[in-house]
């Protein structure tokens, strides 16, 4: 979806008002600066702005980095994939969060801007509904196509607050606003949002122009959905539709790509895996029309050798690096020996980067050295990674820098916005459902609804991707694999408890440092083993970061309802999510 900024003129009076004066008071009833009436958003032009601004909401709307579509602190900091990273005293608020031990009192307003923000894309889908329905201007047809993007785009803030928040209030376009604040956050809110996707994949084109949603955005979404409630037979449904029918919303048929990289580079955006993404844009006059989000999420350096300039945050954890470790036959180590002290990724760790370091030479899967930035390297077009001179603190972050959706050296003001403060505004798509998530999905769906073959054959297709040398990470002066890269499919899935096992680990390893880690576990029920095994381990690295820290079950699967919206709500109709 492309970011595009709403843009509404001021209505000014002048001489005409003047003209008025004499015989009418009717001049007293002045329209508020910056506002539309509704016959003027009614028509189509006000209503294609109307919902121009709600596809605006997908990338942020109060400039919270929190707030971004990417979740890279909620999903993947939150779910043990990387860690805040840089040192403790840079946006310390981030601190607590990290550790489990966040507060619905929100020193820098993460969870409130959140929140608001995800209102503020409904509160705008619903203005767009509601100019529909006054319209006298359009086809039937072409409201209901208007229409089923607002709900699409609906459903999916739902869907956001839904999976952070839990108890989430829920309201559509004919709620009146002053009954709004009197609701309580305990409403269905998978009732609105699956109302939303099937009125959107029954009203939407399959072919809808690049920068907008489609039929097929929806329909995976309604299988997400439905996955998330477990309810796995009506998943596997939307996800055969998809799989089988599937197009991007330029008329590509859903694919993998051959080049895993070739997801993250800008010059590929609009892919053949992108079911639902959130495009951006540079130099409009605004970096918010770019990856803001990700603008602190770079390898910590100054020079002109890497990119953005800064900062240092989103440090891949040691516990993400050695899952990417292998057997001899190129499998991963389901049994989590992946942690042991033999099969730990080698990393520079307490290493000054002009002192010598061995890189690993064991067996790895591929994918590490397209999520993870590790010494000795290829980093991109850039340089390899020269390790802990682009690391902050690596006593309190550790040793990786992240590596998706950074752009190229060779993109430098092409694809980036340099315009304000930092380098690192990157003009990227940022994939919010790809089509290596939705056969993933759909092996889950199988392995419970289905069938383990259908489960084995979706995750080797994945695998498969992957295990395509020609696109492995090679040293920059020849044709060499940069590391020991060995990779296989899998033979057969001989229970649905290894099945499950398989295409979790699968997910880890594919989707990491997406934004999706910590959700999956929560769905799938193991948040709590999973995560505080997670903390055991890097606790004994980054002691000062986690040293203490724990996952409460019951408590840390959601996280708080910002207490400055309970404070202004009506009568104390909020309530806070249980533990807090």
Not at 122 to 148: F, Q
Not at 364 to 370: E, G, V
Not at 461 to 474: D, G, I, P
């Amino acid at each position: 979806m492309k970011t595009f900024k709403l843009k509404t003129p001021s209505l000014l009076l002048g001489a005409m008002l003047m003209a008025t004066m004499s015989c009418s008071d009717e001049f007293l009833e002045v329209a508020p600066t910056d506002s539309l009436a509704d016959a003027q958003v009614s028509t189509q032009a006000g209503i294609d702005g109307l919902l121009i601004g709600t596809y605006s909401a997908l990338n942020g709307v109060f400039g919270n980095r929190f707030e971004g579509p990417n979740h890279w602190a909620t999903g993947s900091v939150v779910g043990g994939e990387a860690n805040k990273g840089t040192d403790a005293g840079d946006y310390s608020s981030l601190n607590p969060i990290q550790r489990y031990e966040a507060s619905p009192v929100d020193p820098n307003n993460d969870f409130n801007n959140l929140w608001r923000g995800r209102y503020e894309g409904i509160s705008r889908a619903n203005k767009v509904l509601s100019a529909i329905a006054n319209s006298t201007e359009l086809s039937a047809a072409n409201a209901a196509r208007l229409a089923g993007e607002a709900r699409l785009l609906r459903g999916h803030f739902y869907f956001d607050l839904k999976k952070h928040f839990n108890n989430i209030v829920v309201f559509d376009e004919t709620v009146p606003s002053p009954e709004i604040a009197l609701l309580p956050n305990n409403g269905d809110a998978w009732a609105i949002i699956e109302s939303d996707f099937q009125y959107a994949y029954d009203n939407l084109p399959a072919v809808n122009g690049a920068g907008r949603v489609n039929k097929w955005a929806a329909a995976a979404y309604m299988g997400k959905a439905k996955l998330f409630q477990q309810k796995f037979g009506e998943a596997k449904s939307w996800f055969d539709d998809v799989i089988a029918n599937g197009v991007t919303s330029d008329g590509q048929k859903y694919a993998l790509l051959d080049d895993y990289a070739q997801i993250f580079n800008a010059e590929n955006d609009n892919h053949a895996e992108a079911v639902f993404d959130v495009e951006s844009a540079n130099n409009t006059g605004s970096v918010n029309n770019a990856n803001w989000f990700d603008d602190l999420n770079y390898p910590y350096n100054t020079g002109a050798d890497g990119p953005g300039n800064c900062c240092g945050f989103f440090q891949p954890s040691f516990e993400m690096a050695n899952s990417y470790r292998t057997s001899a036959e190129g499998l991963p180590l389901l049994d989590g020996s992946y942690n042991d002290p033999a099969n730990v990724v080698a990393n520079d760790y307490g290493i000054e980067a002009d002192e010598p370091f061995t890189e690993d030479a064991g067996p790895l899967d591929p994918r590490i050295d397209h999520v993870i930035g590790r010494r000795g390297i290829p980093y991109l077009d850039w340089i390899e990674h020269p390790g802990k001179a682009w690391i902050r603190s690596q006593p309190y972050g550790g040793p990786y820098s992240p590596k998706k959706y950074i752009y190229y050296r060779s993109q430098e003001n092409s694809f980036t916005d340099g315009s304000s403060w930092t380098r690192g505004y990157a003009t990227m798509n940022y994939t919010i459902i790809r089509f290596a998530d939705v056969l993933l999905m759909a092996a889950e769906a199988e392995i419970e609804a289905g069938s383990l073959d259908k489960a084995l054959e979706y995750v080797n297709l994945v695998r498969a991707r992957a295990a395509n040398s020609e696109h492995w990470v090679k040293e920059y002066d020849s044709d060499d694999n940069a590391a020991n890269y060995v990779i296989s499919e899998y033979t057969s899935f001989p229970n649905a408890d290894f099945a499950r096992q398989a295409v979790r680990f699968e997910r880890k390893l594919e989707l990491g440092e997406e934004g999706h880690r910590f959700f999956d576990l929560v769905r799938w029920g193991v948040a709590a083993d999973e995560l505080n095994a997670y903390l055991d381990y890097e606790s004994t690295l980054l002691v000062t970061k986690f040293g203490g820290a724990s996952f409460t079950a019951g408590k840390n699967e959601f996280f708080p309802i910002p207490q400055a919206q309970i404070d202004q709500s009506e009568e104390g109709v909020l309530t806070q999510n249980p533990g807090y």
